[in-house]
């Protein structure tokens, strides 16, 4: 029988956080709670969950600000905000602290699960049926879920791999952001946003100067090309 993820919950709301750990626990999840950042801060520094949900606004240290802790020091711990603030700059400010995912309140709790799974499901997934390869500067071992700068291994989140992964796989190919949504966060629909937020990311890593792209580059009205021709 599988194991069900480890989540934590991090929710100054007392309600919210006993119907969202209640419920994850009668799906099999195995949940810790907390109610404010001080405390989750100290959790974390012990063991890790599979799967994050954060509210941004909470007592003690922020959400924002253990998002980029966990990021830094756990960057395949996936992350989803769970907050109020539902603006786009609210999102864009939560994917840029490193979330994977974000829900507004009010939510659906079967839409938390359905997000929770999908997370789970992209960090888990290995692909059988490609075998280690070469791509420019870039060495890729999908197996292993491993990615190789020239001689230097890539620290990547478990989305920022599976974007980057995906690039790989279709190379010179113009890919809308809606078909970055299906095939890499599995939605067939969803805020276009995340996929900007997590293009400018993975650009950090990967182009000597992100502002100037060789390598991931813009097809302005379509979406994005992933190419080592035009990188001299």
Not at 14 to 39: I, W
Not at 57 to 74: F, K, T
Not at 83 to 99: C, F, H, K, M, Y
Not at 187 to 214: A, D, M, Q, Y
Request: some cysteine; charged content about 30%; overall charge neutral.
């Amino acid at each position: 029988m599988e194991t069900k993820a480890r989540i934590m919950v991090v929710e100054d709301d007392a309600t919210v956080l006993a119907v969202v750990s209640d419920y994850l626990r009668g799906q099999g999840y195995r949940v810790a709670e907390h109610r404010d950042g001080t405390a989750a801060r100290r959790a974390l520094s012990i063991t890790l969950p599979d799967v994050l949900i954060l509210d941004r606004m909470l007592p003690g240290v922020s959400g924002d600000v253990l998002c980029r802790e966990v990021r830094q020091s756990a960057p395949r711990t996936s992350i989803i905000m769970l907050t109020a603030l539902d603006t786009v700059e609210d999102r864009i400010d939560g994917l840029e602290s490193g979330a994977d995912d974000y829900i507004s309140k009010p939510f659906a709790l079967r839409e938390l699960q359905l997000r929770i799974d999908a997370v789970m499901r992209r960090s888990r997934r290995t692909h059988v049926s490609t075998g280690p390869f070469a791509l420019g500067p870039f060495r890729v071992h999908p197996a292993h879920r491993r990615i190789w700068l020239r001689e230097n291994e890539m620290t990547l989140t478990n989305r920022e791999y599976e974007l980057f992964l995906f690039l790989l796989q279709n190379p010179d190919r113009v890919l809308t952001r809606d078909d970055i949504l299906r095939e890499v966060w599995g939605w067939n629909f969803g805020e276009t946003t995340t996929v900007t937020v997590h293009v400018r990311r993975l650009r950090e890593k990967i182009e000597p100067e992100p502002r100037f792209p060789r390598y991931l580059l813009t097809e302005w009205g379509q979406g994005y090309r992933f190419t080592v021709d035009d990188a001299s």
